[in-house]
């Protein structure tokens, strides 16, 4: 089968690719998007080891995660929606307020 | 090499280099049909890992809901389009720090599963059938906990998105 | 998670309600949660909560307290939260005749403070809000008071100072009062900040074993920790006291803290949170007694200082809230100057801080209605109100003569034995304090006659409170008269039988110091009264102090020299720190050039000015610098925060892996 290191590094890939975006972007969808990525590379792993181990929890735990992602999502643009009905912008480093 | 490592090979390449476009594209749209390319990737290789619910799971909530709601509120907030105003004026940054996250990860994963040493596992085979016992048998109270945590995501997201009719 | 296991250590004979006690605590936090959740759609806006659960936990107070009048032990019990190492902490309730008094004192307060606010507090806007709040501040205060350990009670401490922050800045839409609020916030998180270095510092002393207030007395009366060690956390420990009873040179929050609806000036600041670090020392008095006799003397100055200090500037304020704000400080450091001279003092700190509360919580109260008839805070807006508002004219002359210290009021007998243990203990103290005690007669009688005689000067027309603001007040001034026997040594003071350190010892009466002090405060009222007797534009006292009342009436400049000193210099140097960095790291390399060249010059002009300017200029450029790298945490660009967070994590990761 599969080798578990070309596993690994695929979902660390991946988890870099959601990191720059998430750094980069401006537009607080696109960022939701990366985290959206990272989060896929956490599942990667999990599933990758799940089959390595033989053990059925990694594939359990990846479908949580799935869930919560949905969640994420949900609640992450409706703050994106009401961000962008205050301030008519969604670009986040604008919206820099939180601080001092 | 195994059949199933090419075809694995590909499929990361296709979704590795789809993911760098999600991250990298100038137009939104494009951005989101990129993570579409990913995230179908993604779940291929889950079918190739065995983990055939997963694999579904992952084409109808991702590809099929998630995406979706990315798109509307692409459309809601009238995203612009052209790389200035999508990412902002430090990439470089970003691209040190995104490089540097993958050494680390590449290092620790290099020292904690050397490529040398590994051995191709034989087939495991997670059906959708002992997936659900795991969910059932043992995992049945953070089951739960998930489905509270969706039912209050839903009543939070419509409370916060709701345009409220007194000032 | 709690442990299933309760451990109860039953001291005597304890009577089986006494084990739950916690439950008096426990009711204001269900009213709270209650008034938060349902109180806008309950009939009535959710003040019905509050009232309800003070009241059965003013009940529940009662018979607690009736345990200790019969004669019953302490109790202590508690279960177990989590364990750190060898370290327990554990949840649950000491219960002494000290605790029991104190209960009833803020449940009555409380009580009467929640029902006063349905008439003073109707109609405004974040009502709910304000009774939220108000049962969760009543909550905090019930955990100090039984906390039988040291993180137990920081928890209550801080969720008081918290609670006091949004009460002082109820009404946040004027700058003036969000300003107090941060001000009371931040100063007294200048006191706490020793306060838990203190509690380490015990902790640490008993090995990291045991935050048990018992076990670490009794550790310090074995002698296993030694007098030096005690010394450093009770001045540490006093540092908290400092702060929350606001005593020179922390004293600074509370007269602006008056900015608050008078409702939380009675109870916050003259009946419970102030008296939370009175109660503070109090309770870990072993700690005191057992440390360095320089603690207690130190103890002892501060309370002298902050006592004359505040009766002087009571004298020329014209905001009725002021001069009873400053009353308080006085009278709480004359708590805390007597608890300096030894364990009689402590008790008799104790007996005051119980009479202090009813009538310092009536005359805030009587001060509200006032306010509440004429819309105004300043004596010169009132006058002559005796004839419009008969209800609050008596129980407010009730509480002045109270504060005064004239026989046979509450005020007196607890003052009689403040002044009985500072003759025993340090004498000086006992001449501040009497002259002290002059000075409080004579603004109390400025402050009664300015308000309530003469003529009416303000606009409108002032008219009696209503049924709710005028019943606590009737409540309160019946207390006055009453409570003061209690330690009266004419009924064998049984106050003191409840209320003891070690052994119950017997109250003694000395003729001549009670004659003194009524005389003291007979004085200081018959000046007062020849002085403002008739009425006249300018306050008499400001020709006859002269230079002298300019100081008062900028609190000595204390305030300012902050301001000047501390606080300008802080955020002046913070926000050209955080401009500094926005424009170097943000804008890139080049400007990064310019902005290394501008730390340059910046430092070769913070030679030149330090050359020829000297130290004072030196300080203030040497801030700017540490603050331009303290700018790297706040720029608000949440991505940059993210890009610290993933360098973090890759340095972590290589620290870890590599190790």
């Not at chain 3, 007395?217 to 296993?224: C, D, K």
């Not at chain 3, 607890?414 to 007669?441: C, N, P, R």
């Not at chain 3, 204390?558 to 790291?585: E, H, K, L």
Request: proline share 3%; glycine share 10%; net charge neutral.
């Amino acid at each position: 089968m599969i080798r578990l290191p070309m596993i690994l590094f695929f979902s660390a890939f991946l988890f870099s690719a959601g990191v720059y975006g998430v750094l980069v972007r401006r537009n607080a969808v696109m960022i939701l998007m990366a985290i959206e990525l990272m989060l896929n590379a956490v599942n990667v792993n999990l599933v990758g080891f799940s089959a390595s181990l033989r053990a059925m929890s990694g594939q359990v735990f990846a479908l949580f995660i799935i869930a919560v992602a949905a969640a994420e999502v949900g609640i992450g643009l409706a703050i994106v929606i009401l961000l962008f009905r205050n301030r008519e912008s969604i670009n986040i480093d604008e919206a820099s307020q939180l601080k001092w | 090499m195994t059949g199933q490592e090419y075809a694995f090979i590909v499929l990361a390449a296709v979704g590795s280099l789809s993911a760098i476009a999600t991250v990298t594209a100038r137009n939104v749209v494009h951005a989101a049909l990129y993570l579409v390319v990913t995230l179908s990737s993604v779940g291929a290789v889950y079918l190739l890992l065995g983990a055939e619910f997963v694999a579904w799971v992952q084409i109808l909530i991702y590809v099929g809901a998630i995406v979706i709601l990315f798109l509307f509120g692409l459309m809601l907030t009238k995203a612009p389009i052209g790389r200035d105003s999508l990412d902002n004026q430090h990439p470089w940054v970003g691209g040190v720090v995104g490089f540097g996250v993958f050494a680390g990860l590449a290092w620790l994963i290099q020292d904690a599963f050397p490529f040398a040493d590994s051995v191709a596992s034989p087939g495991f085979r997670g059906s959708t059938q002992a997936v659900g016992q795991a969910i059932f048998h043992s995992y049945v109270l953070p089951f739960e906990a998930v489905s509270f945590l969706l039912l209050a995501a839903l009543i939070g997201a419509v409370v916060l998105a709701r345009k409220d009719d007194e000032p | 998670m709690v442990g299933a296991e309760t451990v109860t250590v039953a001291v005597g004979a304890a009577s089986g309600l006494l084990k739950y006690t916690w439950i008096i605590a426990l009711l204001p936090v269900i009213s709270a949660a209650l008034t938060l959740f349902f109180g806008k759609r309950t009939p009535g806006k959710g003040a019905v909560y509050g009232i309800a659960a003070l009241a059965a936990s003013w009940v529940l107070s009662i018979l607690v307290l009736w345990h200790f009048v019969q004669g019953g032990g302490a109790q202590a019990s508690q279960v177990d939260w989590f364990n750190v190492g060898p370290f327990h902490l554990q949840l649950g309730q000491y219960i002494d005749g000290l605790c029991a008094v104190m209960l009833v004192v803020v449940t009555s307060v409380s009580l009467c403070v929640h029902v006063y606010s349905l008439g003073y507090m109707h109609g405004d806007k974040r009502f709910t809000w304000f009774y939220f709040v108000l049962s969760m501040f009543t909550a905090a205060m019930l955990d100090v008071v039984i906390a039988p350990n040291l993180f137990q009670l920081l928890i209550g401490w801080e969720v008081m100072g918290i609670c006091s922050y949004l009460l002082i800045g109820h009404w946040w839409e004027e700058k003036e009062n969000s300003n107090a609020s941060i001000k009371a916030f931040i100063t007294t998180r200048i006191g706490d900040v020793p306060f838990m270095f203190g509690i380490f510092a015990l902790i640490a002393a008993t090995g990291f074993k045991t935050s048990n207030i018992t076990d670490i007395s009794g550790m310090i009366q074995a002698h296993q920790i030694s007098g030096g060690v005690a010394a450093v956390a009770a001045i540490l420990l006093f540092g908290g006291t400092i702060g929350k009873s606001a005593q020179f040179p922390l004293h600074v929050w509370l007269p602006d803290a008056m900015a608050g609806p008078t409702p939380v000036s009675a109870l916050i600041h003259a009946a419970t949170m102030v008296a939370a670090g009175v109660y503070l020392v109090g309770r870990m008095y072993t700690v005191f007694i057992g440390a360095d006799a320089w603690v207690l003397q130190t103890v002892s100055i501060i309370g002298a200082i902050t006592m004359l200090g505040a009766a002087l500037l009571a004298l020329v304020q014209n905001d009725i809230k002021r001069v009873l704000a400053y009353s308080t400080l006085s009278q709480l450091a004359y708590m805390v100057a007597v608890m300096g001279a030894g364990p009689a003092g402590r008790n008799a700190a104790f007996f005051h801080l119980f009479t202090h509360a009813f009538f310092k919580a009536l005359l805030f109260l009587g001060a509200g209605s006032v306010i509440h008839a004429v819309h105004s805070n300043n004596m010169s807006d009132m006058g002559g109100l005796r004839k419009f508002m008969p209800v609050t004219f008596i129980t407010f002359v009730i509480g002045s003569l109270a504060l005064a210290g004239v026989f046979p009021l509450a005020g007196f007998w607890s003052k009689d034995e403040l002044l009985v243990s500072a003759y025993d203990g340090h004498q000086w103290l006992f001449v501040i304090m009497v002259v002290t005690a002059v000075l409080t007669a004579f603004y109390t009688m400025r402050m009664v006659w300015l308000t309530f005689f003469g003529t009416y000067d303000g606009h409108g027309h002032p008219h009696e409170s209503p049924r709710s603001m005028t019943s606590p007040l009737v409540f309160l001034g019946a207390a006055t008269v009453g409570v003061g026997f209690l330690g009266s040594p004419l009924i064998h003071a049984p106050f003191f039988k409840w209320v003891y350190f070690g052994q119950p010892e017997a109250v003694h009466f000395v003729p001549w110091i009670a004659l003194l002090g009524t005389v003291a405060a007979l004085g200081g009222i018959g000046v007062a009264y020849l002085m403002y007797k008739e009425k006249r534009e300018k306050d008499p006292l400001e020709g006859r102090l002269g230079p002298l009342w300019g100081v008062f009436q900028h609190r000595y400049y204390i305030d300012a020299f902050y301001m000047r000193a501390i606080i300008y210099p802080i955020r002046d140097t913070c926000s050209a720190g955080v401009y500094w960095f926005n424009q170097t790291v943000l804008d890139g390399f080049v400007n990064g050039m310019a902005a290394l060249a501008r730390g340059v010059s910046t430092m070769v002009y913070w030679f030149d000015r330090n050359v020829i300017d000297g130290a004072v200029n030196a300080l203030g450029m040497g801030a700017e610098e540490s603050g331009g790298l303290l700018k790297y945490l706040q720029s608000g660009n949440v991505q940059w925060y993210a890009v610290v967070l993933f360098v973090g994590v890759i340095a972590l990761t290589i620290i870890f892996v590599r190790a």
